[in-house]
């Protein structure tokens, strides 16, 4: 409680028992999917080489199995951890965008440069 008279600077707000619970069940049901991500990814990193004959040939499976949970869990903790979800859009956006841009040209410089890599081992190899 605070020690002002004027509501408007109560800080401290009550909620009841049903709604509580309501927030406290949310908040384990994501911290259970996110465990279950990462034991999914911890376990396909311990095995993926005994997946096959050929570990190189799924090694490419792999590698997006992972950014795609990867970026399922950074949606989670962004959204519901971080309370971005319950936002309104244009604050949503104002956030999510200087990092989708971001990871997006960080994804072109990964790939140039690894093909700018691949290149030029090749053709030292070559000569």
Do not use: Q
């Not at 409680?1 to 509501?7: F, L």
């Not at 034991?39 to 997006?64: C, F, H, R, Y």
């Not at 956006?93 to 090749?122: G, H, K, Q, S």
């Amino acid at each position: 409680m605070s020690n002002h008279s004027d509501s408007a600077y109560e800080f401290a707000v009550h909620h009841g028992e049903e709604e509580g619970k309501k927030v406290r069940k949310r908040i384990w049901l994501i911290f259970w999917v996110l465990l279950g991500i990462t034991t999914v990814e911890v376990t396909l990193g311990l095995i993926w080489k005994s997946l096959s004959a050929n570990p190189d040939a799924i090694w490419g499976m792999v590698k997006w199995t992972f950014i795609i949970l990867t970026l399922f869990k950074a949606f989670y903790i962004v959204f519901d951890y971080m309370h971005l979800g319950h936002e309104r859009r244009n604050l949503k956006w104002t956030i999510l965008a200087p990092y989708i841009i971001f990871v997006l040209y960080l994804t072109f410089i990964c790939l140039n440069e690894a093909l700018a890599i691949r290149d030029f081992d090749f053709m030292w190899w070559n000569s």
